[in-house]
Structures are given as structure tokens and as C-alpha cells.
């Protein structure tokens, strides 16, 4: 008996998944998951919690710059599987990369249910994206974030849908759950606020008070923890941030999800929002010519109106919230690669009126076919593109920007081999380069001495005299990399009220030992 085509489909599924899951594992299959420093606050956070110390990173500073509940994560996961925090980050990432390709394929099979095409073009995207599998091949909470986005965004379909309120419920905890995980997930906050209007939009005052309660209710405990938690110790809410610059942020974001789809040579050719420019007048085009109105309804349907909303909030965030001097790069789009499945479904919306209204004029199978043909050209872009890194990074160790610490140079080094067979147990750590020490060392690091004014030989004197202070004596791991950060007392400098002895040098690092006189 001939299988159905949802089975069909989901047959096609996992085997998509299981061959995403196996790129991630390639990509890291050298020397583990890409570490940034990012990551070492996550790990070490999670490290300090199994061993008592509490929601410390690897300064023995309190948490704020992130929520704690991924470093809570895989603290559980490493007391219950008794490995490694490091070797739970890996592998969490790998199985969240392949349920995303899942739950992106029922999310739109389920959303174009008489245009599954759309579903196999979709979760092959998510499958093929460079960036979408860097990310996943790092230690970071984008991909888990991700997923918990697409249970929220179904979630709330389901409710718009059937009326049910425990899917009402459902996305409120998952909002509450994702703000734990990034504090992006504000942008859900606000989204199932306009869900519920949307909701009860034939009574104005219902609309308005169901928006009230939803946001109150799922914003009270990340700002809860902000207050209460983060505000104590630095004087923010949800951690220091650099300013965002929103006209750089657009210019910026349009090239990094171009990107995605585009290759860069034309991209730099045609230029960024040239192209962006070409790209929406032709999309608008398209829907125009095969009825506006339509396209309207289509987008206003229950199923739709959760991602659409969703969309534009974190457009908006991405455009007015986020740092632009921190996420720059072309390749830094790990905030920008959470509106992709978001950016999927509306593409398959404007594909499903194209093709229907080609289907009235032409045959279907002449339709599909050239649609098969296109995707089918298409997809040698990002598969090019990924397997130039994932062959890389199985040569190397993880080569995508993210990584700037579980590189071979660094963790295969000679002053690695030397640090861990220090015996600093009693002695205090200090670096200019924390995340790298401790990711090496895996103990608390203490920043050495900064120094801020111009005078820094009396600056040093006033404040740090007697440093490091009785007890507290130990080595100085002083990372070259790090040396252009002028804001920490060299170990010359250091030397003017401490006495400090080299034990170790090379290309990459000296050791000192340090002891106050």
C-alpha cells in the first residue's frame, strides 16, 4: 500500500534531520564545539553551579550579561549524564539542530497543509544554513531559543485556531521560558501580546486587556530576575550593552540575510540595499499581479498572524535594540538567524499565490517542476557554502567567527600542555585573557589590575598597593592576543609593587608568579 503523503513527507523529514545532526557532528568532530567567550561564561557558570559556588562565571563574577537557564541546562544535563558540561553543550546543540529542521517542516506543513512543496523547500533550507550550522556548532543558546520559538509560534496558531486556552497557557510558559534562555525573548512577550488582541478583536476592551495581562504575566519574571538579581550587582537589567546604531544595523542586517540566499560576490557588486531594494520590489510585484487583497487575507489568517507579528517585532529589534559594534561581521548574524524560520514561512505565503496563480494558466506539473528545478539550482549555494566549512572545521577544529577559544593553536598549544600540568591548587589565577585561561585550567580566573587614566604608574600605586594581598598570591597567565587591551597593568607594570617572576614564554603566552612584597 502506497504510503500517504504526510508520511511521505515525514519519512523525508528525518532523514533530513539525521543528516543535519551528522553535518554538526562533522563540524565538530576535530576538537569539539567552537568556544567564545560568550560560551566560557555560559560553561563556566554552568561548571560553578555544579560545584556550589552558585550563578558565577569564570571570575567568580555573578551572572547578569546572560539568563541563567542555559547554563542551568547544562549543569542538569552533566549531574544526570555525569559528563562534562562542555560534552552536554555538544551535544545538546546537535540534537536541537536536528529538531529544528523537524519542527521547521511540520510548522510548515502544518501552515501550507494544501502546499506541502513549501515544507520540503523549507526544512532542506534550515538543513543547508552555514550559519544556522556554525551556531549549532558552538556553545551557545541561539538554537535552543530557536525551538522554543517554534513551539511558541505554533502554540499560538493552535490557539487562534481552535479558541483553546490551554494553548493560550502553553505559549505563555514557553514566553516565560525563552526570556530564561535569552533575554530576546522579550520580542515573544510583545508578540503573544499582539496575539491575544488579535484574539478578541471584535471587542476593543477585551482586546486591549487580554494584551495587558498576557505581557504582565510573562514579562513579570524576567524583570523579576533583572531587578532583583542583575540590577544588585552591575546596576543593569539585562546586562550591559554597547549602543545600537539602527541605520548601520539595517544596512548591516539586510547584507547578512542576504547572505543567507545570495551569494557575496553579487551582493558586493550590486550593493546590499540595491539588491534588498530589488529583491521587495519584484516580491511586491509578484503578489500584486496575483491579487494584494488576497495576500492580505492569506497573511491575516489564524495560522499566519503569530509569525507574522513575531517577524516584524524582532525585525524591529534587530533593527533598533541590538549592537551594532558587537555583531558587525558579515558572518556574526547569530541574532539574525532566529527570524529565519519566521522568514520562511512568508516567503512560502507569496510562493503558494505565485504558484497557485501560475497553476490557473499552466499545467501543475509544469509548475512544480520548474519550481523543483529553481530550488534544485538554487540549493548548490548553501550546501557549497557549508561544506566548504564543514571540511574545514574537520581539518581545524571549528573556523567559523564565533570560535576564538577551542582553536588548535590555543588548546593543542605548548603553553596549554604547560598550564595544565601547573599545580596552581591554593594559588589564585590571574590573566588579561580570563575566558582562555579558564577554558584551559578550568578554575576561577581573576582578572589582573586595569587601570583607566593617563598616569598609570600612580593609578596603580593608589589603588592596587599591597597587590595581590596575603593569601591571594599565585601566576599571571598574560595571553599576547589579548595584549591590545591597554586597560590592564602589564606584568612591567605589575612589577612596581609586587614581586613577579617569570616561570614560562612563548609565541603565546608568559607565566609569571606573583606574590605581594
Same mark, same amino acid.
Given at each position: 500500500m502506497p504510503l500517504k503523503p504526510k508520511a511521505v513527507f515525514l519519512v523525508y523529514l528525518s532523514a533530513l534531520s539525521l543528516v543535519g545532526m551528522g553535518v554538526v557532528y562533522a563540524a565538530t568532530s576535530r576538537m569539539g564545539p567552537g568556544v567564545s567567550t560568550d560560551s566560557a561564561m555560559i560553561l563556566s557558570t554552568a561548571e560553578n553551579v555544579l560545584q556550589g559556588r552558585g550563578l558565577v562565571d569564570y571570575t567568580g563574577t555573578e551572572l547578569t550579561q546572560f539568563p541563567p537557564l542555559y547554563s542551568l541546562i547544562l549543569a542538569l544535563g552533566s549531574l544526570l549524564f555525569r559528563q562534562d558540561v562542555f560534552v552536554v553543550g555538544w551535544i545538546l546543540n546537535v540534537v536541537v539542530f536536528g529538531a529544528l529542521i523537524w519542527c521547521t517542516g511540520l510548522y510548515l506543513y502544518d501552515t501550507f497543509r494544501d502546499e506541502p512543496l513549501f515544507a520540503y523547500f523549507g526544512s532542506f533550507v534550515v538543513m543547508s544554513s552555514t550559519s544556522l550550522i556554525q551556531i549549532s556548532a558552538n556553545i551557545a543558546s541561539d538554537p535552543l531559543f530557536m525551538l522554543m520559538l517554534l513551539f511558541f509560534l505554533m502554540s499560538a496558531a493552535t490557539y487562534l485556531r481552535s479558541g483553546k486556552s490551554e494553548f493560550a497557557v502553553m505559549a505563555g510558559v514557553l514566553t516565560v521560558v525563552a526570556c530564561f534562555q535569552r533575554y530576546a525573548g522579550l520580542a515573544l512577550v510583545i508578540t503573544g501580546s499582539l496575539v491575544a488582541a488579535y484574539a478578541h478583536r471584535t471587542n476593543r476592551a477585551r482586546a486591549l486587556a487580554s494584551a495587558l495581562i498576557f505581557g504582565a504575566l510573562t514579562a513579570a519574571p524576567i524583570f523579576g530576575w533583572g531587578y532583583l538579581h542583575n540590577a544588585p550587582v552591575n546596576g543593569t537589567v539585562f546586562?550591559? *550593552?554597547?549602543? $545600537?546604531?539602527?541605520?548601520?544595523?539595517?544596512?548591516?542586517?539586510?547584507?547578512?540575510?542576504?547572505?543567507?540566499?545570495?551569494?557575496? *560576490? +553579487? +551582493?558586493?557588486?550590486?550593493?546590499?540595499?540595491?539588491?534588498? $531594494?530589488? +529583491?521587495?520590489?519584484v516580491l511586491l510585484l509578484a503578489i500584486l499581479t496575483t491579487g494584494g487583497t488576497r495576500f492580505l487575507r492569506t497573511i491575516s489568517q489564524p495560522r499566519l498572524v503569530p509569525n507574522v507579528a513575531f517577524l516584524l517585532v524582532y525585525l524591529a529589534v534587530l533593527i533598533f535594540d541590538i549592537s551594532y559594534y558587537e555583531l558587525k561581521g558579515i558572518n556574526t548574524d547569530r541574532v539574525h538567524i532566529i527570524a529565519l524560520p519566521s522568514l520562511l514561512v512568508l516567503m512560502s505565503a507569496i510562493g503558494f499565490q505565485v504558484i497557485d496563480a501560475a497553476r490557473s494558466r499552466v499545467s501543475s506539473r509544469l509548475v512544480y517542476g520548474l519550481a523543483i528545478l529553481l530550488f534544485a539550482l538554487w540549493a548548490s549555494y548553501p550546501i557549497s557554502k557549508s561544506n566548504e566549512y564543514v571540511v574545514a572545521s574537520m581539518a581545524r577544529g571549528d573556523v567559523s567567527s564565533y570560535n576564538s577559544i577551542n582553536k588548535g593553536s590555543i588548546q593543542r598549544s605548548a603553553l596549554a600542555e604547560y598550564l595544565r600540568g601547573l599545580d596552581h591548587r591554593g594559588s589564585t589565577v590571574y590573566s588579561n585573557g580570563c575566558d582562555t585561561t579558564w577554558f584551559m585550567l578550568r578554575t576561577l580566573v581573576v582578572p589582573v589590575p586595569t587601570l583607566g587614566s593617563s598616569d598609570r604608574a600612580a593609578e596603580l600605586q593608589q589603588r592596587y598597593a599591597g597587590w595581590p594581598g596575603p593569601g591571594t598570591e599565585g601566576y599571571v597567565v598574560w595571553i599576547n592576543a589579548e595584549a591590545h587591551k591597554t586597560n590592564y597593568a602589564t606584568p612591567a607594570e605589575l612589577g612596581a609593587i609586587a614581586d613577579v617572576s617569570q616561570l614560562y614564554a612563548d609565541e603565546d603566552a608568559t607565566v609569571y608568579y606573583v606574590k605581594s612584597r
Amino acid at each position: 500500500m502506497p504510503l500517504k503523503p504526510k508520511a511521505v513527507f515525514l519519512v523525508y523529514l528525518s532523514a533530513l534531520s539525521l543528516v543535519g545532526m551528522g553535518v554538526v557532528y562533522a563540524a565538530t568532530s576535530r576538537m569539539g564545539p567552537g568556544v567564545s567567550t560568550d560560551s566560557a561564561m555560559i560553561l563556566s557558570t554552568a561548571e560553578n553551579v555544579l560545584q556550589g559556588r552558585g550563578l558565577v562565571d569564570y571570575t567568580g563574577t555573578e551572572l547578569t550579561q546572560f539568563p541563567p537557564l542555559y547554563s542551568l541546562i547544562l549543569a542538569l544535563g552533566s549531574l544526570l549524564f555525569r559528563q562534562d558540561v562542555f560534552v552536554v553543550g555538544w551535544i545538546l546543540n546537535v540534537v536541537v539542530f536536528g529538531a529544528l529542521i523537524w519542527c521547521t517542516g511540520l510548522y510548515l506543513y502544518d501552515t501550507f497543509r494544501d502546499e506541502p512543496l513549501f515544507a520540503y523547500f523549507g526544512s532542506f533550507v534550515v538543513m543547508s544554513s552555514t550559519s544556522l550550522i556554525q551556531i549549532s556548532a558552538n556553545i551557545a543558546s541561539d538554537p535552543l531559543f530557536m525551538l522554543m520559538l517554534l513551539f511558541f509560534l505554533m502554540s499560538a496558531a493552535t490557539y487562534l485556531r481552535s479558541g483553546k486556552s490551554e494553548f493560550a497557557v502553553m505559549a505563555g510558559v514557553l514566553t516565560v521560558v525563552a526570556c530564561f534562555q535569552r533575554y530576546a525573548g522579550l520580542a515573544l512577550v510583545i508578540t503573544g501580546s499582539l496575539v491575544a488582541a488579535y484574539a478578541h478583536r471584535t471587542n476593543r476592551a477585551r482586546a486591549l486587556a487580554s494584551a495587558l495581562i498576557f505581557g504582565a504575566l510573562t514579562a513579570a519574571p524576567i524583570f523579576g530576575w533583572g531587578y532583583l538579581h542583575n540590577a544588585p550587582v552591575n546596576g543593569t537589567v539585562f546586562g550591559g *550593552r554597547l549602543p $545600537a546604531v539602527p541605520s548601520l544595523n539595517f544596512a548591516t542586517g539586510a547584507e547578512k540575510i542576504l547572505y543567507w540566499f545570495v551569494p557575496f *560576490r +553579487i +551582493i558586493s557588486v550590486v550593493g546590499p540595499l540595491n539588491l534588498l $531594494a530589488g +529583491i521587495v520590489l519584484v516580491l511586491l510585484l509578484a503578489i500584486l499581479t496575483t491579487g494584494g487583497t488576497r495576500f492580505l487575507r492569506t497573511i491575516s489568517q489564524p495560522r499566519l498572524v503569530p509569525n507574522v507579528a513575531f517577524l516584524l517585532v524582532y525585525l524591529a529589534v534587530l533593527i533598533f535594540d541590538i549592537s551594532y559594534y558587537e555583531l558587525k561581521g558579515i558572518n556574526t548574524d547569530r541574532v539574525h538567524i532566529i527570524a529565519l524560520p519566521s522568514l520562511l514561512v512568508l516567503m512560502s505565503a507569496i510562493g503558494f499565490q505565485v504558484i497557485d496563480a501560475a497553476r490557473s494558466r499552466v499545467s501543475s506539473r509544469l509548475v512544480y517542476g520548474l519550481a523543483i528545478l529553481l530550488f534544485a539550482l538554487w540549493a548548490s549555494y548553501p550546501i557549497s557554502k557549508s561544506n566548504e566549512y564543514v571540511v574545514a572545521s574537520m581539518a581545524r577544529g571549528d573556523v567559523s567567527s564565533y570560535n576564538s577559544i577551542n582553536k588548535g593553536s590555543i588548546q593543542r598549544s605548548a603553553l596549554a600542555e604547560y598550564l595544565r600540568g601547573l599545580d596552581h591548587r591554593g594559588s589564585t589565577v590571574y590573566s588579561n585573557g580570563c575566558d582562555t585561561t579558564w577554558f584551559m585550567l578550568r578554575t576561577l580566573v581573576v582578572p589582573v589590575p586595569t587601570l583607566g587614566s593617563s598616569d598609570r604608574a600612580a593609578e596603580l600605586q593608589q589603588r592596587y598597593a599591597g597587590w595581590p594581598g596575603p593569601g591571594t598570591e599565585g601566576y599571571v597567565v598574560w595571553i599576547n592576543a589579548e595584549a591590545h587591551k591597554t586597560n590592564y597593568a602589564t606584568p612591567a607594570e605589575l612589577g612596581a609593587i609586587a614581586d613577579v617572576s617569570q616561570l614560562y614564554a612563548d609565541e603565546d603566552a608568559t607565566v609569571y608568579y606573583v606574590k605581594s612584597r
